[in-house]
């Protein structure tokens, strides 16, 4: 473990959920933060120059402005935007492929990529494939340095798009994965300390890459904590893959039952951020409350 860097950070996706996160956590070390954003105007970015970022206009098709704003930077931290359909993946891969180029060409000395577990090797699943390509053009770029930290599914999902229900007094818990498979979760929060510990060289990666599991759980034993939380019975039921809307979230949940075939060393992340929350402690942080129950009841 080294001394805390002291140089500005820069954080592109900054306005999004995850890149938000890193800049929570380098804002908490009082670390200084330039923000690579399309729009110095929009809602967002200006939220972030009232908390003391610095804003820098980028557009991921001019190399120019990429190099103006990682000029004199000490650490870059980049994610890719989320892709929901074949075009989306391949505009993915050029800008991190930009992004790359620019922190190359600026002599950048640390770039930290938030990847996908799994992107050590194609897993057939385009929007995952696309940060392993990524990541093999970080490697190929001749940067002093770089590190992937890669992310796993979101505990927050929890409250979105995986969000149990409560039926007739019991939770309900119901997912496109067979109940015997163990699914390797995050919460963002950590995604952002994880990585800000690694841009101010508080923390080093092993090997250069961190797979970002802060618990693993199967469907039952999801639905068991929700239940526990709320005080109530639960059940897990398996959903086919056909709920899902597009085959890109149909092959990422084929791969999510491959990859409990990989085990997970929960410590590596916590040696990182020892406050990594487990599910059942982001719960807890969150003040997770039960739904309205659909029944009426």
Do not use: C
């Not at 996706?13 to 890149?19: E, K, S």
């Not at 496109?176 to 699914?183: G, N, Q, S």
């Amino acid at each position: 473990m080294s001394t805390q860097r002291t140089g500005t950070i820069a954080v592109f996706g900054a306005t999004g959920q995850q890149g938000g996160a890193v800049v929570d956590a380098l804002l908490d070390h009082k670390a200084p933060v330039r923000a690579l954003v399309r729009s110095l105007q929009s809602d967002r970015a200006q939220a972030l120059a009232a908390r003391g970022v610095e804003l820098a206009a980028i557009r991921a098709d001019d190399p120019a402005s990429l190099a103006t704003a990682l000029a004199t930077v000490e650490a870059f931290y980049f994610m890719t935007p989320e892709a929901n359909s074949l075009e989306e993946v391949e505009a993915e891969i050029r800008v991190g492929t930009a992004l790359v180029d620019a922190a190359a060409e600026t002599g950048v000395p640390h770039v930290v990529f938030n990847s996908v577990f799994g992107a050590d090797r194609e897993s057939g699943v385009p929007h995952h494939d696309s940060k392993h390509w990524i990541e093999e053009h970080l490697r190929k770029s001749g940067l002093m340095r770089a590190t992937m930290v890669r992310a796993t599914a979101f505990m927050e999902n929890f409250v979105t798009v995986m969000a149990p229900s409560l039926e007739h007094g019991e939770i309900v818990l119901r997912l496109p994965l067979p109940e015997d498979v163990a699914l390797k979760m995050i919460s963002v929060r950590d995604i952002g300390r994880v990585a800000a510990a690694l841009l101010l060289d508080i923390a080093e990666a092993p090997g250069g890459v961190v797979e970002l599991v802060g618990d693993e759980l199967t469907g039952p034993q999801i639905a068991a904590a929700f239940g526990a939380r709320a005080g109530l019975p639960a059940r897990y039921e398996t959903l086919p893959l056909s709920v899902l809307p597009n085959d890109l979230d149909r092959a990422m949940f084929r791969q999510f039952a491959k990859a409990q075939k990989n085990s997970s060393d929960l410590a590596v992340v916590r040696s990182i951020e020892p406050a990594t929350l487990n599910l059942v402690e982001w719960l807890r942080a969150t003040g997770w409350t039960a739904p309205a129950d659909v029944a009426g009841s």
